[in-house]
């Protein structure tokens, strides 16, 4: 049984993220929380009282980076208060708690209140909290001071119901649900109020944003109604998931949408996709592609791409650069294949 604690003014506390965009805006969030708590944030290799490390499971590298992390974090600071939040924790909690000096092990359904069960003393041997995550929809209900930065993420979504068969966040994050409409753009303002001129749409699957106030576009017109927001970006979004009323919007003088798409194509074999479950053919995603570039001016494309899946011959292999090398991409991120325990191998 864990007592929800909160701890007296002048203590120093240190937050380390690994992995994506989306971890990235939750710790921030975890961050602004601890300010408002009396917490002093102190950069990640300074002593600390406390710390949190927001961990990621995307791959094997992924989780051998978290362990390091956790152990170079309880290295230095062997009587501070270590939690352990998030995907990795959600996956691999008994590897966690079999490092020693952790005292928490928090999962994605209950990460946000990390703050709440941080205790005065060490545990003997780690508290796991790692509950079923819920499929309802959901709100954030602290989001205070930033530091000040013109750019800021903003978290519309979590999880992903696509199941792709090289990934395990949809076992990480739970099914894809979406976040209270009034709530994010409430979390806009304060952020516009602070001087962010421009937000990152973030999320696990953002193209499958839907409550039943809003849907995606909705929620970039109500971005673009706040004032001092001047820019608007999609953060990576699924093929399959993009209105083509975005276009629209990207060539609106007037919306703040940036003329941007970050969209993986993992591979530019059919087969491979197959095996990938991915829900498109290499057809259909290059159609919707030269689509998006006929329509908007000055379109900026990014992608990732899987190399070494089981099934990627030489051939298909091939295949893949000769699809990058020769449509309008303008980057490309390469992640090697990472095997993994179970149906879902990891990205
Ligand atoms: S790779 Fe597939 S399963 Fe994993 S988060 Fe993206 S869409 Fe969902």
């Known amino acids: 049984m864990v007592t929800a604690t909160t701890q007296p003014n002048s203590k120093r506390a240190s937050l380390h993220t690994l992995g994506c965009r989306l971890n990235q805006s939750e710790t921030l969030l975890i961050q602004q929380r601890l300010q408002e708590e009396g917490y002093e944030i102190v950069p990640f290799g300074e002593e600390a009282d ?26 230095r600071n062997p009587e501070a208060y270590t ?6 924790s959600q996956m691999g909690s008994k590897e966690i708690a079999s490092i020693g ?3 928490l092990i928090i999962g994605n359904q209950e990460k946000m209140s990390v703050v709440d069960f941080i205790g005065q003393e060490k545990n003997e041997a780690p508290v796991i909290i790692r509950d079923k995550i819920s499929q309802d929809d ?19 979504q979590d999880g992903c119901s696509f199941v792709c068969s090289f990934c395990i966040i949809p076992l990480a994050r739970g099914a894809s649900r979406s976040r209270d409409f009034n709530n994010l753009l409430d979390e806009a ?9 421009e937000v990152v749409i973030t999320g696990v699957n953002i193209g499958t944003y839907l409550t039943k106030e809003a849907d995606l576009l909705r929620v970039l017109d109500g971005l673009n109604s706040i004032e001092g927001i001047d820019r608007i970006r999609i953060s990576s979004i699924e093929p399959t998931t993009i209105p083509e009323a975005l276009f629209m919007l990207m060539n609106d003088p007037d919306h703040a949408l940036l003329p941007f798409f ?4 993992q591979s530019g074999s059919d087969l491979v996709l197959k095996e990938m479950r991915r829900r498109y053919s290499i057809s259909e995603y290059l159609d919707f592609l030269h689509l998006a570039h006929r329509i908007v001016d000055d379109l900026y494309i990014g992608t990732d791409i899987m190399v070494g899946f089981p099934s990627e011959s030489e051939d298909a292999f091939q295949e893949t650069c000769r699809v990058f090398l020769e449509n309008p991409f303008d980057f490309c991120h390469v992640f090697p294949f990472s095997e993994r325990g179970g149906d879902s191998s990891g990205s």
């Open 83 to 88: 939690a352990v939040i998030d995907c990795y």
């Open 138 to 156: 959901f709100s954030i209900s602290f989001f205070g001071d930033l530091p000040f930065n013109q750019r800021a993420n903003l978290k519309i």
């Open 189 to 197: 303002r304060a952020k516009a109020a602070q001087g962010v001129r």
């Open 262 to 265: 970050h969209i993986p194509l």
């Open 101 to 103: 000096g952790v005292d």
């Open 50 to 75: 406390f710390g949190i490390i927001n961990t990621c499971t995307v791959t094997n590298l992924a989780d051998s980076k978290c362990r390091q992390t956790i152990r170079q974090f309880v290295r």
